[in-house]
């Protein structure tokens, strides 16, 4: 089982860029599909962008894509997001999420797959 710790959040004005970072405990976390998922408030956790274990394989949620890039460097155990042209409907808990059922072969999107989750880091975006 990995541990996970997000950072990066803060308050950014409409237009802006934001990269949040998600540190890795554990050794096999080269073995791990990880995604980051946000929360906006009244509504449900909702699926941003996932990446397999080598990188090779990215997903998107529609309203992100051109926007914000997912990626990892296993050698150090971290996983970014990199968000751009940020607007208020970015507002959310952003949080990091990681599997090992499928060997970090694939990407998925359900939450129920994902087996650790991090504490969840806040992006504000003005207008």
């Known amino acids: 089982q990995v541990h996970l710790v997000e950072s990066g959040g803060g308050l950014v004005q409409a237009g802006g860029s934001l990269r949040l970072a998600c540190a890795a405990s554990?050794?096999?976390?080269?073995?791990?599909?990880v995604a980051w998922f946000r929360q906006a408030p009244g509504k449900e956790r909702a699926f941003v962008a996932a990446?397999?274990?080598?990188?090779?394989?990215?997903d998107y949620t529609d309203s992100v894509k051109g926007r914000f890039t997912i990626s990892r460097e296993n050698a150090g155990n971290a996983v970014y997001l990199q968000m751009s042209s940020l607007t208020p409907e970015d507002t959310a808990v952003y949080y990091c999420?990681?599997?090992?059922?499928?060997?970090?072969?694939?990407?998925?999107?359900?939450?129920?797959?994902?087996?650790?989750w991090g504490q969840g880091t806040q992006v504000t975006v003005s207008s």
């Open positions: 999420a990681a599997t090992n059922r499928f060997n970090g072969a694939v990407v998925t999107r359900p939450s129920r797959l994902y087996d650790a």
């Open positions: 990446i397999n274990r080598d990188g090779g394989v990215t």
């Open positions: 554990g050794r096999t976390f080269s073995t791990y599909t």
